[in-house]
């Protein structure tokens, strides 16, 4: 997609967005280079919402501005690692995106901030840099145990319910699975299910001793080691 269509289709769904969503931006611009992370090669940024508040007891559209910004240059940079990239789906989620970080300064909430940053953790544990291992929580909660953070699924296990055989059972895409789940040597072990058909991502066991409604305080307090195995169809 060439700037000029990029620019008239981002304008087009910014128009669909109703007024009253819209207090307090001040504008979105589309910059036409693109915006690599500072410390990790072949990550770049789609958008941003620059807020700016000012002091007061209120907060609201007269207190919080904002622009919305869409960086070209990085939907470029992804189309062409991806063949599938589908360029007007992508421009709505991202616009979509940072307007909801924008209404979350306005609300003065911050669950936005949090998927954000657990993003960035999740980066740390593929690199294999220190993460903090609760990250997942603060991702997308899909109920039964079932977390997302991008395009990474992460499923809770405690290794009190694991059997002697050490295999979990699991169901993706409405088909069943086990996984070979070694024993803990620590507090919490991240296994990568390999071997999955079709699967768009990473699907990840988070194995861990139980710790009930405590564990958020133990936050930064412990270090989960990280592995893979081939995740089976059930019955084999």
Excluded at 9 to 18: F, K, Q, Y
């Amino acid at each position: 997609m060439k700037f000029d269509e990029f620019e008239r289709h981002a304008s087009t769904e910014w128009a669909r967005i109703p007024d009253s969503f819209k207090g307090g931006v001040d504008a979105l611009v589309l910059e036409r280079d693109a915006r690599a992370h500072a410390t990790r090669p072949g990550v770049y940024t789609l958008g941003e919402c620059l807020t700016e508040s000012w002091p007061s007891g209120y907060a609201g559209p007269d207190t919080t501005r904002s622009a919305l910004v869409l960086y070209y240059g990085s939907f470029v940079r992804l189309a062409a690692e991806d063949p599938g990239f589908d360029w007007k789906a992508e421009i709505w989620e991202t616009l979509t995106h940072e307007l909801q970080h924008h209404l979350e300064s306005l609300a003065a909430e911050n669950d936005l901030e949090d998927v954000d940053a657990a993003v960035e953790e999740n980066f740390k544990r593929v690199d294999g840099e220190p993460f903090d291992p609760f990250f997942y929580l603060d991702g997308e909660n899909l109920g039964d145990g079932w977390y997302r953070v991008d395009e990474a699924w992460f499923l809770e296990v405690d290794e009190g319910d694991i059997g002697p055989d050490r295999d979990v059972p699991f169901a993706w895409e409405g088909k069943s699975y086990r996984i070979r789940v070694p024993p803990l040597s620590g507090q919490m072990l991240f296994l990568t299910a390999e071997s999955i058909p079709g699967l768009s991502g990473e699907l990840c066991l988070v194995v861990r001793r139980r710790q009930g409604l405590f564990r958020r305080l133990l936050r930064g307090a412990q270090r989960a080691a990280t592995a893979s195995a081939v995740a089976e169809p059930a019955g084999s």
